[in-house]
T-cell receptor, first 112, second 113 residues
Framework: DAGITQSPRHKVTETGTPVTLRCHQT?????MYWYRQDPGHGLRLIHY???????DKGEVSDGYSVSRSKTEDFLLTLESATSSQTSVYFC???????????FGPGTRLTVT | AQSVTQLGSHVSVSEGALVLLRCNYS??????LFWYVQYPNQGLQLLLK??????LVKGINGFEAEFKKSETSFHLTKPSAHMSDAAEYFC???????????FGTGTSLTVIP
């Protein structure tokens, strides 16, 4: 299994609070991704990174920001959590942008 | 731009029967195509991938898929379903002109004993 961990694995937070999710890899892969998974929508890309300090938006980036200061860590921040951001969040890594992605175990976030 | 359509959000098969999960793609360039499986409360695991070599691709757990350019399809099959195959299956496409994957909405496979 690819060395990807996500923390926390579960979180309950209140509307309006900031939340940061962490993705950590030990594979030294260049590309890292954040997705959210919701019933009926499959996986939707939030943000991705193609190198340290190099990030770009995905299709559902509103309300989210990311940072990557080290190759191994990719942080996802919900600036002010809303109930619509209740979801399961997956991190993925890839050695090449068009190559297969390897997924972490996911973080279940509930915004009350 | 790339996109993926998975026909049938839920598929039920009897144990021992053929599994056929459908995936059609849209891509402006020759794509890379992937099938992933997700078991309950877990992340996605790669089943198989097509990267322009053989059009018939074999994956793990007895699954295979055939790339058909004329039909823009990449359907997933398994000759004989096992109970352990019950899971959610996702088709995905990546374009060689970009860095993003595009996932289908998934097909939930139920295996009936």
């Amino acid at each position: 299994d690819a060395g990807i961990t996500q923390s926390p694995r579960h979180k309950v937070t209140e509307t309006g609070t900031p939340v940061t999710l962490r993705c950590h890899q030990t594979e030294n892969h260049r590309y890292m991704y954040w997705y959210r998974q919701d019933p009926g929508h499959g996986l939707r890309l939030i943000h991705y990174s193609y190198g340290v300090k190099d990030t770009d938006k995905g299709e559902v980036s509103d309300g989210y920001s990311v940072s990557r200061s080290k190759t191994e860590d990719f942080l996802l921040t919900l600036e002010s959590a809303t109930s619509s951001q209740t979801s399961v969040y997956f991190c993925a890594i890839s050695p090449r942008g068009d190559y297969e992605q390897y997924f972490g175990p996911g973080t279940r976030l509930t915004v009350t | 731009a790339q996109s993926v359509t998975q026909l049938g959000s839920h598929v039920s098969v009897s144990e021992g029967a053929l599994v056929l999960l459908r995936c059609n793609y849209s891509s402006s360039v020759p794509p890379y195509l992937f099938w992933y499986v997700q078991y309950p409360n877990q992340g996605l695991q790669l089943l198989l991938k097509y990267t322009s070599a053989a059009t018939l691709v074999k994956g793990i757990n007895g699954f295979e898929a055939e790339f058909k350019k004329s039909e823009t399809s990449f359907h997933l099959t398994k000759p004989s379903a096992h109970m352990s195959d019950a899971a959610e299956y996702f088709c995905a496409v990546s374009g060689r002109d970009g860095y993003q994957f595009y996932f289908g909405t998934g097909t939930s496979l139920t295996v009936i004993p």
